[in-house]
């Protein structure tokens, strides 16, 4: 696609319940990297993928975090038992090449835990 | 440690006036600089680079931005601000992490338009 896409764009979810999000980056960008932004902050680091492989997972909260790439396109950042200090927006972004270079940066996908 | 800052949470500016929003890093070498804009319920846009060369970069949007390696400082300016400017600015920097240069955002300026 032209760009990145990531679904769904909104999602409400109880206090304990399981949460995929998913993001389709452009076609052909090697690097993908995922993103929490709390209301009023920066993007805080999640994780990031080159191809398959997840090279850094470093910024995952906890262990009910977990993403995923398997093909090295679509991704799905998923959280489990979700919390209300998930609630934030979760944001895509993708490169051409790998390593930090121009980010294209999808909509994003607002979290809000009851 | 390597780091990103932006001082300022809120500026404030009337329409027409120019515009400065400051970014300053820590940082071991000339690091890579970006300046993104997150526009309410978007992600974010690319408005500039400065990867190396001229420290003087031009973006989109009428956007400017200077480096200033003695200040570690790459601030975001325009001469004449317009409403459609209203938005929140982001800083980035890639830091090391693990082997991969991760981008790195400050946690971003509000910029607030009057008319």
């Known amino acids: 696609g032209a760009g990145v896409s990531q679904s769904p764009r909104y999602k409400v979810a109880k206090r304990g319940q399981d949460v995929a999000l998913r993001c389709d980056p452009i076609s052909g960008h090697v690097s993908l990297f995922w993103y929490q932004q709390a209301l009023g902050q920066g993007p805080e680091f999640l994780t990031y993928?080159?191809?398959?492989?997840?090279?850094?997972k470093s910024g995952l909260p906890s262990d009910r975090f977990f993403a995923e790439r398997p093909e090295g396109s679509v991704s799905t950042l998923k959280i489990q038992r979700t919390q209300q200090e998930d609630s934030a927006v979760y944001l895509c972004?993708?490169?051409?090449?790998?390593?930090?270079?121009?980010?294209?940066f999808g909509a994003g996908s607002r979290l809000t835990v009851l | 440690a390597q780091s990103v800052t932006q001082p300022d949470i809120h500026i404030t500016v009337s329409e027409g006036a120019s515009l400065e929003l400051r970014c300053n890093y820590s940082y071991g070498a000339t690091p890579y600089l970006f300046w993104y804009v997150q526009s309410p319920g978007q992600g974010l846009q690319l408005l500039l680079k400065y990867f190396s060369g001229d420290t003087l970069v031009q973006g989109i949007k009428g956007f400017e931005a200077e480096f200033k390696r003695s200040q570690s400082s790459f601030n975001l300016r325009k001469p004449s601000v317009h409403w459609s400017d209203a938005a929140e600015y982001f800083c980035?920097?890639?830091?090391?992490?693990?082997?991969?240069?991760?981008?790195?955002f400050g946690r971003g300026t509000s910029l607030i338009v009057h008319p």
């Open positions: 972004a993708s490169s051409f090449r790998p390593g930090a270079n121009v980010l294209t």
């Open positions: 980035a920097v890639p830091l090391l992490s693990g082997g991969s240069y991760i981008p790195t």
């Open positions: 993928f080159q191809n398959e492989a997840q090279l850094d």
